[in-house]
């Protein structure tokens, strides 16, 4: 994007009360410099007039996708390029659901599987439609591809009850629209980088029944991939147990073991240029596996456990110019055990994260920590969704590989 524009936003409308704050949304969009063009689905219509958004906005507004005289393939297709930002405010819970199963029934679900830009939803919904699982769902499907989304929040709702679902103020949505626009004009910056990432727990076997394992969930990792494709970037995917959906575009290779993760990694890092060690693998397996369930006894049980195969070090040993980027999970001394891993493991950058937080640690859909490099710096990465947390490492990343394209222009090697 050039920064001589303003920014283009699509404000998409959909049919719930609070539509009628979304006028106040778009003048605040305005004010802070964006050009907005609005779309409404039918059910809008109902709460909001079309004439007073197209006088607002200064340009037609679009409901239907079918409409005489309108080529809808070029318009649709067209104002997806247009727009650097699609806001969906407010969001119903109909809408969440059409666009998390990819139901392109109106001109407004059919935009949102044809933009390329970073999507805001807003959901505004009474309180049980909100709390339903169906909706809870589907907002961590659609959290996990990357779309980003400002909860509602508890008050007054039209249904008379006070609850969570009424939608987030207005100043909060235009303020949070405008980072995501500031920070990031989209871009397809990883063009021609091969990605390898690990992601979620292992489960190591002592008998068909029983594992041993860790609080993992694989969101992390999977951020990154979903992340890394965005940026235009091929991803290999190694993941180990997850009740995830993996990105359709990511080659992803299963794995359960320690071992098995470390085999995989081993035999796809060739091709990569890039490699992200988010996944929590488990440093000891049982000794023994066996192939009989273990019954009990009177007397206590000890297990015996060995080592397994420490991936993240073999690759700093054989990582050539790869950028390699490990993960911990602490719940004491951060950056002293941070800063002592990158630099045992020959890292270029590791993510130091606090184990014990419940809203950002394992399982959650937020992270914050601290971002370490070779040279001393240390980011602090304050609480914020996986895949914006994703997409600040990958930032990191993408410097680093524009610093080792100086070195190598100047013909120095990169360490
Ligand atoms: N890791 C790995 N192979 C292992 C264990 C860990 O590749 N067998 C990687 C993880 O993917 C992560 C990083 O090492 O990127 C840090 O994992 P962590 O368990 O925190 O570190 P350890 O080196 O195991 O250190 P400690 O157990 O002392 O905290």
Known sequence: MSSDRPHHVVLGITGGIAAYK????????Q?????????????????????TLEALSRHPVVVEMFEPGANIVIRHVEMARWADLLLVAP?????????AHGLADDFLATLYLSVRCPVLLAPAMDAE???????????????????????????????????????????????????????????????????????????EDLDPIRYLTNRSTGKMGYALAHAALARGARVTLISGPTALLPPPDAETIFVRRAEQMYRA??????????????????????????????KKTEADLMLALERTPDILAELGRRKGSRVLVGFAA????????????????????????????????????????????????????????????AMRILDRVRELLAQRGRLEQRGERPR
């Open 22 to 29: 979304a006028p106040e949304i778009l003048r605040q969009l």
């Open 31 to 51: 004010q802070r410099g964006a050009e907005v063009r609005v779309v409404l689905t039918r059910a809008a219509t109902h709460f909001i007039g079309r004439v």
């Open 91 to 99: 969001a119903t819970a109909r809408t969440l659901a059409r666009f």
């Open 129 to 203: 439609m909100w709390e339903n699982a169906a909706t809870q769902e589907n907002l961590a499907r659609l959290r996990q591809r990357g779309v980003a989304v400002i909860p509602p929040e508890r008050g007054y709702l039209a249904s008379g009850v006070e609850g969570e679902g009424r939608l987030a103020e207005p100043e909060q949505i235009v303020a949070r629209a405008l980072v995501i626009l500031a920070a990031r004009p989209y871009v397809r910056d990883l063009e021609g980088e091969h990605v390898l990432i690990t992601a979620g727990p292992t489960c």
């Open 265 to 294: 990694v081993l035999s796809h890092m060739e091709r990569a240029t890039i490699i992200l060690k988010a996944a929590a693998v488990a440093d000891y397996q049982p000794k023994t596996f066996s192939t009989a369930k273990l």
């Open 330 to 389: 602490e719940t004491d001394a951060h950056l002293e055990h941070g800063r002592r891993k990158l630099i045992e493991k020959n890292l270029d950058l590791i993510l130091v994260n606090d184990a014990a937080s419940a809203e950002t640690g394992f399982a959650a859909d937020e992270n914050a920590g601290f971002l370490l490099d070779r040279e001393g710096h240390v980011v602090e990465l304050p609480r914020m969704s996986k895949y914006e947390m």
